[in-house]
């Protein structure tokens, strides 16, 4: 397709081109219409003019008889833009008047009517249109009054061509218009098919272009942007996934080989045997975890799960967590504490929830664990705490351990980051970024502050779930 | 007890088929969803593990129309889809049990016996005995030898549901699912913990251990005479 004929095919052209046509019947509508009128006004003057023409010269003639007649014609013709008159006796020979003829059409019968006659002063010899009446006049004489209209005719048809020349120029510019007015706003869409094909073609950063008028186009460009964002932010989340699964997934895997070739290799009887098959059974059974986590993660980030949540009551929901894990912190030589405001109720999904607690109270035990008995005859403690937060509620995880430094804070809550100094512990460093998967998924965030000393992370989730913050965010 | 397995993948339903024979178990094998759901209807089986994912009709619509003609024969889903909606949907179509792939042979063993021998609603008993330790499911009240044993809330919920399935391997996933309700997979294994804490309330000072652990498995209550 030419640009031409997609210019031509183009929305806003077709619309100019219906607004034209219906422009143009209208302007002509109207001129024409004037110039029936204009048309209409100046005949009734001229038949007018006439008739108060032959009343006067009937009462002259009536007064003065044929030489009365005779001389006021002479008199009348003698005045610039007189009227016409030609007075011809019994016989058809003129005897007065400024025509130098009687004029044929008028001549043939009784009737008035539209005659051309020579005007005696144009040395052209041009015919020039009039308007006549043929009179008898007692006496036999024939007296025609005429009046000329060929300055008539000639106003009315350059009108009528005005009008026309009007008419022609509107559509000519209407159609410039049209196609200008067209041309930009096929050149925005062309420009929105353009980023649109060359997104799809593989570069995911790209954006539609806007104007910055803020019109419809600018708008349809913005939710269009924000769509290629969210999709860009799943694809980049799909495509780390997959980075992590063959970087850190291969590691454990090659582990299991490895163990399982060894025992193949070394295992000296059946006890043996059944020692390497354990310990390779114990290493799938990790990497299932770690790959279910990861799969869970990648879920919540897909926004899969936000139609399961209901009202729960948190204090319940995390006390239920703080007892499963209190027999282990006293284990570990630790004191849980737990601080929960009850009576509040929160929109979430209580399975994801216990399990963003779980992580978090799992890690500090895990952390708090390294300084048991290196400071001091006192028993570290981890304290849960519970409080409404300005329309969220923060469930906040604070433990004596080593923490984080505030420049590693950021990093640690992606995935599969161990920071140094916690290589040697289990875990396959999912927790922490599990916990932030949660919170996404429910509108809320996880941050990371200094417990003075130790680590503390609050999990913030809206009262009313990820719709009410949604709201919220709208309203404010 | 008679097992019916409905699993499209030959490997996998050959090697629950040998195992659960090294178990003891009887187990008829069908391939797809239509098969499947004829043979659970013309033969007797205790217990159906059935598929989520199936030719020709899925594993849903199998216990779906199982349930629909009245059967209550036990059934255990096995699915690749794990989340909680999944969950949800399987047992709200009339499953008794969900399994997630992949899982151990030992924890599907423990689920299927522990399924095939639940009593119904109405015949389920009041009091639970194993040796000379009673729980009383009326009064909450738990004694070994005649002395009074004090549980708080949960162990007496963790005991309850090891006594009745008493004889039975009981896995650590069993228990976090059916005593805290929690569908997830802890990173520490804080239900070691717990057990070590009811078990030094309940058999510390007794000659003979009731709650045992059973290697690679998970736990059981036994009297040890049995």
Redesign the interface.
């Known amino acids: 397709m030419t640009a031409l004929t997609r210019l031509l095919r183009s929305i806003p052209f077709r619309l100019a081109l219906a607004y034209m046509g219906v422009f143009i019947l209208a302007a002509a509508l109207i001129v024409g219409f004037v110039a029936w009128r204009a048309n209409q006004l100046l005949t009734t003057k001229v038949i007018e003019t006439l008739t108060a023409e032959v009343t006067g010269l009937r009462e002259q003639f009536q007064a003065g008889g044929p030489a009365r007649l005779t001389a006021v014609i002479n008199e009348r013709i003698a005045e610039p833009g007189s009227s016409l008159y030609f007075l011809s006796d019994a016989a058809g020979r003129k005897v007065a008047g400024n025509l130098s003829r009687l004029p044929p059409e008028l001549a043939a019968g009784g009737q008035g009517g539209v005659f051309s006659y020579v005007r005696a002063s144009d040395p052209t010899l041009r015919p020039r249109q009039a308007v006549g009446v043929p009179l008898a006049v007692p006496g036999g004489l024939t007296l025609i009054v005429g009046r000329d209209i060929e300055d008539l005719r000639r106003f009315a048809g350059t009108m009528g061509q005005v009008a026309l020349w009007s008419v022609a120029l509107l559509a000519v510019i209407g159609i410039g218009a049209g196609l200008l007015i067209s041309r930009g706003v096929l050149r925005r869409i062309d420009a929105v098919s353009e980023a649109s094909r060359t997104i799809m073609a593989g570069d995911l950063s790209g954006r539609i272009p806007r104007n910055g008028s803020g019109d419809e186009l600018d708008r349809l460009a913005d939710s269009l942007n924000a769509m290629l964002a969210r999709i860009e932010e799943l694809m980049a989340a799909l495509r780390e996934v997959s980075d992590n699964i063959a970087h850190d997934l291969k590691t454990p895997l090659n582990r299991l080989r490895n163990r399982a070739e060894a025992a193949l290799r070394d295992a000296s009887g059946p006890a043996s045997y059944r020692d390497g098959l ?1 310990k390779t ?1 114990e290493e799938a ?1 990790e990497l ?2 770690t790959f ?1 986590s990861l799969l ?1 993660i990648a ?1 919540l980030e897909g926004g899969a ?1 936000a ?2 949540m209901s009202p729960i009551d948190p204090a319940s929901v995390i006390g ?1 967590v703080a ?3 209190e ?2 912190a006293e ?1 570990a030589g630790l004191v849980l504490l737990s601080r929960l405001q009850d009576g509040l109720t929160l929109v979430a ?1 209580r ?2 929830v ?2 963003a607690v ?2 978090l109270v ?1 890690n500090a ?2 952390y708090s664990r390294v300084t048991v008995g290196t400071e001091g005859s006192e028993r570290p403690q981890i304290a849960i705490s519970l409080a409404p937060v300005d329309g969220s509620i923060e469930i906040a995880v604070a433990d004596h351990g080593p923490g984080i430094a505030p420049q590693d804070r950021q990093r640690a809550l992606q995935r599969f980051v161990r920071l140094e100094k916690s290589r040697s512990l ?2 396959s460093g999912l ?1 922490l970024s599990l916990v932030a998967a949660v919170a996404r998924l429910h509108g809320g965030s996880v941050r990371l502050e200094d417990n003075n000393p130790g680590l503390r992370v609050v999990l913030s989730l809206p009262e009313h779930g990820p719709a009410g913050a949604l709201q919220a965010a709208w309203t404010s | 007890m008679r097992v019916l397995v409905i699993e499209d993948d030959r490997e996998t339903a050959q090697f629950l088929q040998r195992s659960l024979r090294e178990s003891g178990h009887a187990a008829d094998l069908a391939s797809d969803g239509e098969s499947g759901l004829s043979m659970a209807r013309h033969g007797r089986y205790d217990i159906i593990i059935v598929d989520r994912m199936l030719p020709r009709l899925d594993g849903l619509s199998v216990v779906q129309e199982l349930r629909g003609s009245g059967m209550r024969t036990p059934v255990l889903i096995l699915s690749a889809l ?4 999944d969950r ?1 949907k399987g047992l709200r179509a009339g499953g008794d049990d969900y399994l ?1 792939k ?1 899982y ?1 042979y030992t924890e599907l063993l423990a689920r299927i016996e522990a399924l095939a021998r639940r009593p119904a609603p109405e015949e389920q008993e009041t009091r639970y005995t194993v040796g000379d330790l009673v729980l009383d499911r009326l009064s909450h009240k738990v004694t070994r030898a005649g002395e009074p044993v004090l549980l708080q809330p ?1 162990e007496y919920r963790l005991l309850e549901y090891l006594m009745k399935h008493a004889g039975q391997v009981v896995t650590r996933t069993m228990l976090l699912e059916n005593v ?1 309700d ?7 294994n ?1 239900i070691d ?2 057990i ?2 009811l078990r030094s309330k309940i058999d510390k000072g007794f000659a003979k251990p009731l709650l045992h652990t059973v290697r ?1 498995a998970g736990y059981m209550v036994r009297d040890g005479t049995d």
């Open positions: 354990v059974m059974d299932i975890k279910n869970l879920r799960i139609e399961s239920d007892e499963l894990y027999p282990v284990e999904n399975e994801l216990s399990q779980a992580n799992d035990i895990k289990p875990g927790g | 794990g989340e909680v909606d949800v997630t992949p151990a949960r805290w929690y569908h997830f997979d802890p990173q520490t804080v913990v717990h070590s804490r690679g």
